[in-house]
């Protein structure tokens, strides 16, 4: 009878370990996550105070510790926004003003001090939506690559951008970017505490898509960021201030228009006070585009250039040769697509001034091209492919090598809605490989082998800031004199050669040149 015990005890044992959470020390505290196959998940893990009440429109606070072990099994909210229809990336929870939290996965079999490479994620969204839960941005994949991967929510729309004069008073200096402040905080946190998940605080890359690419190429020239990372990737993201880094006076007047339409007229701490007091809701708005560009706007938009985080738009810093010397991977999608206001052809050209009539040779040679397609190309230049070739070239400049992409696969099932090439934001399940997180029982093998593709250029980039490697079509370095670009094409391939788009890109950087 006891062996018969023993035995039936031995067999229980690995059912008992199995399910066991995984746990991690980290400086605030234990976590208990979870084993999900060969990775490990801690979800929810706060990396700095709610930014709630007294802490709104604050610089992060430090996260309290806590006594035992904190359950990291899901998600913590995302940040305060009014969802995207339609939107690529779908949230899984329910927006909140406490949202500052990350998410960490792991080899299982990663134990603390193993030094694996770490990949750090920024989501896109327009600093106005977005957040770490959607399916898509699973870190499984790295993870199984031997990765460890990160990812944090940050404060968007009015709670992660704002100023007012009563802020600058509280805080002693002009302040705003709080958004960008989150970032580095999350940065710092990885830097501290990703040791005890097996990742290696000096093998840190960051990368983000639109929006988040945009963040990335703000954290190349941000003195706060310097030394926080090795490597960074930017998808879709630019690298010229397109759309105007907002001055101190006008953030601060925004500010107190916002302000006023709440009822609130005092400039000093009494009108802060009632403003920090706001329903999360009421501070959110309903529609801040619309308000961005009311007259008066009662929402800065994004950045602003307050001297401290922020100190000057990003592409005068890199011309002044104020970048990060790290190896950069940068590119855009096919479709990817702009901004502008014009209704017809001849509104869009003269919008670039002298450019004009050249753009229109190059970009509608026999005038047959349907004017929204037409738009989409030549925006889609000038707001992500031009730019991303001008970061190369300061990043090359910097003595770094720069990899740039022009991303074309689109899904085997979409190509009868997207014929014009792969639209903003839908590279990211390739690089991801989480395509069937997106696409479902409609992924096809093919669209398997392109995401294969694309998710090992960028896991070998993370490994040594290099993209290539066994298996993989060649992707050479970008220089001034072979400008090359690495095109990820419909048959899941990817060829590289002499970027093939160039004369059209330089005709938008002579437009760029000119502008005041």
């Known amino acids: 009878m006891r062996t018969l015990l023993l035995l039936a005890a031995a067999s229980l044992l690995p059912t008992a370990l199995a399910a066991r959470a995984p746990e991690a020390s980290i400086a605030t505290g234990k976590v208990a996550g979870t084993h999900e196959g060969a990775v490990d998940v801690f979800r929810g893990i706060p990396y700095a105070a709610p930014p709630v009440g007294e802490r709104r429109w604050r610089s992060p606070q430090p996260a309290a510790p806590w006594q035992g072990v904190r359950n990291a099994s899901a998600f913590g909210h995302d940040c305060m926004q009014t969802p995207f229809p339609f939107d690529e990336a779908p949230l899984r929870t329910t927006p909140a003003e406490d949202c500052l939290y990350l998410n960490v996965w792991k080899p299982a079999s990663a134990q603390k001090g193993a030094r694996l490479p770490v990949l750090v994620w920024i989501y896109g969204g327009a600093f106005i939506t977005g957040g770490t839960s959607p399916?898509?941005?699973d870190g499984s994949a790295f993870a199984r690559a031997g990765v460890v991967f990160v990812s944090f929510n940050y404060r968007l729309g009015r709670f992660g951008f704002f100023s007012h004069p009563a802020l600058t008073a509280e805080a002693g200096k002009p302040v705003g970017n709080f958004a960008m402040e989150d970032q580095v905080a999350a940065l710092k946190w990885v830097k501290a505490n990703i040791a005890a998940f097996g990742g290696d605080p000096a093998k840190v890359t960051i990368?983000?898509?639109?929006?988040?690419?945009?963040?990335?190429?703000?954290?190349?020239?941000?003195?706060?960021?310097?030394?926080?990372?090795?490597?960074?990737?930017?998808?879709?993201?630019?690298?010229?201030?397109?759309?105007?880094?907002?001055?101190?006076?006008?953030?601060?007047?925004?500010?107190?228009?916002?302000?006023?339409?709440?009822?609130?007229?005092?400039?000093?701490a009494a009108g802060l006070a009632a403003i920090r007091a706001l329903p999360a809701a009421t501070v959110q708005g309903t529609n801040l585009f619309a308000d961005r560009f009311a007259n008066p706007a009662t929402y800065v938009g994004g950045?602003?250039?307050?001297?401290?985080?922020?100190?000057?738009?990003?592409?005068?810093?890199?011309?002044?040769?104020?970048?990060?010397?790290?190896?950069?991977?940068?590119?855009?999608?096919?479709?990817?697509?702009?901004?502008?206001?014009?209704?017809?052809?001849?509104?869009?050209?003269?919008?670039?001034?002298?450019?004009?009539?050249a753009l229109r040779r190059a970009y509608d040679p026999d005038g047959a091209a349907e004017f929204r397609d037409l738009s989409r190309r030549l925006t889609g230049d000038q707001y992500m492919a031009e730019p991303a070739r001008f970061v190369a070239r300061h990043v090359v400049g910097a003595g770094k090598q720069a990899f740039v992409y022009r991303f074309g696969y689109v899904a085997?099932?979409?190509?009868?809605?997207?014929?014009?090439?792969?639209?903003?934001?839908?590279?990211?399940?390739?690089?991801?490989?989480?395509?069937?997180?997106?696409?479902?029982?409609?992924?096809?093998?093919?669209?398997?082998?392109?995401?294969?593709?694309?998710?090992?250029?960028?896991?070998n980039f993370v490994r040594s800031g290099n993209p290539n490697g066994k298996g993989l079509p060649a992707w050479p370095a970008y220089d001034r004199k072979d400008e090359a670009l690495l095109q990820h094409t419909m048959d899941a391939s990817a060829t590289a050669s002499f970027d093939p788009f160039k004369n059209k890109l330089d005709l938008i950087e002579a437009f760029a040149n000119s502008r005041p």
């Not at 006023?260 to 005092?266: I, K, P, S």
């Not at 979409?414 to 903003?424: D, L, T």
């Not at 395509?435 to 096809?444: D, F, I, L, N, S």
Request: glycine share 14%; hydrophobic share 40%; net charge negative.
């Open 207 to 268: 990368m983000g898509e639109s929006a988040g690419g945009t963040a990335v190429v703000n954290l190349l020239t941000m003195p706060s960021a310097r030394g926080l990372f090795r490597g960074a990737i930017s998808m879709s993201g630019g690298g010229r201030s397109l759309l105007p880094t907002a001055t101190m006076e006008k953030g601060e007047q925004v500010g107190v228009d916002f302000a006023a339409r709440q009822g609130v007229t005092d400039r000093g």
């Open 303 to 357: 950045l602003v250039a307050e001297g401290s985080v922020i100190t000057a738009p990003s592409d005068m810093l890199m011309d002044q040769g104020k970048i990060a010397p790290v190896p950069v991977m940068i590119g855009m999608t096919s479709a990817d697509g702009g901004i502008s206001f014009a209704q017809d052809k001849d509104a869009l050209f003269a919008s670039f001034g002298a450019q004009g009539p």
């Open 135 to 137: 399916a898509i941005y």
């Open 412 to 459: 085997q099932g979409k190509r009868g809605e997207w014929q014009a090439g792969a639209p903003h934001a839908t590279d990211i399940p390739y690089f991801f490989n989480t395509v069937e997180a997106r696409y479902g029982a409609a992924t096809t093998d093919q669209d398997r082998r392109a995401a294969w593709l694309a998710h090992a250029y960028l896991v």
